[in-house]
């Protein structure tokens, strides 16, 4: 969606143009909340940031601003900030609370296999970058069924495909995926 598109949507019915906004870009922001908070949040916490990211896209983004093109990297850009702002209180709240049941000394000594910990970090990275690289629809196909775990028919209902276009999409994507990989001398 483009700032044109919003702003004009935004003049017929202000709802209307949040609900399509919502529509649009709800896998681009729930995409971006869960590779930032899947290590440190649940479920329900994942959703309450992708449900803030929107307010705060909704509060904030000024359509009556004179801009053109995309608000998709405004709307990363939110996602990102509430994704971080998130993760850093939850492991806050973690780091502050103690159980009844642990001792009263706590070991702060860092983890024997912390370089294995950022190598497998920077891969996930690099592979979450590769899957974005593929376009649509074949990145959110992947991410729904290898980030997410969702069947084909789940994902179908997602992208508007049958679950048939699903797998065979998915099977294509990770045969781009693969060469993509072996180009960057990366081997899983």
């Known amino acids: 969606m483009t700032h ?32 930032r908070l899947r290590s440190c949040a649940n479920r329900e916490d994942i959703e309450e ?6 307010a705060d896209i909704y509060i904030y983004y000024d359509e009556s601003r004179g801009l053109s093109g995309d608000i998709t990297g405004f709307i990363g850009t939110v996602a990102r900030h509430k994704a971080s702002d998130m993760c850093r209180k939850l492991v806050r709240y973690q780091r502050n609370t103690v159980s009844a049941d642990e001792e009263e ?6 983890p024997d296999n912390t370089e ?12 979450i970058h590769c899957v974005e690289l593929l376009g649509e629809p074949d990145s959110i196909i992947i991410m729904q069924k290898y980030f ?4 084909s028919k789940e994902i179908a209902e997602i992208v508007s ?3 048939e276009a699903v797998r065979m999409r998915c ?18």
């Open 4 to 35: 044109e598109e919003y702003r004009r949507a935004s003049e017929a019915s202000k709802e209307e143009a949040q609900r399509r906004l919502f529509n649009e870009y709800f896998n681009y922001v729930y995409t971006i909340v869960f590779s």
């Open 49 to 54: 940031c992708v449900s803030d990211s929107f």
């Open 105 to 110: 000394t706590v070991d702060l000594a860092a």
């Open 116 to 127: 294995e910990i950022v190598d497998k970090k920077e891969l996930r990275s690099e592979l």
């Open 148 to 151: 997410f775990m969702r069947s």
């Open 161 to 163: 495909m049958t679950p």
């Open 171 to 188: 099977s294509r994507a990770l045969g781009k995926l693969r060469s993509k990989l072996t180009e960057m001398n990366i081997s899983l």
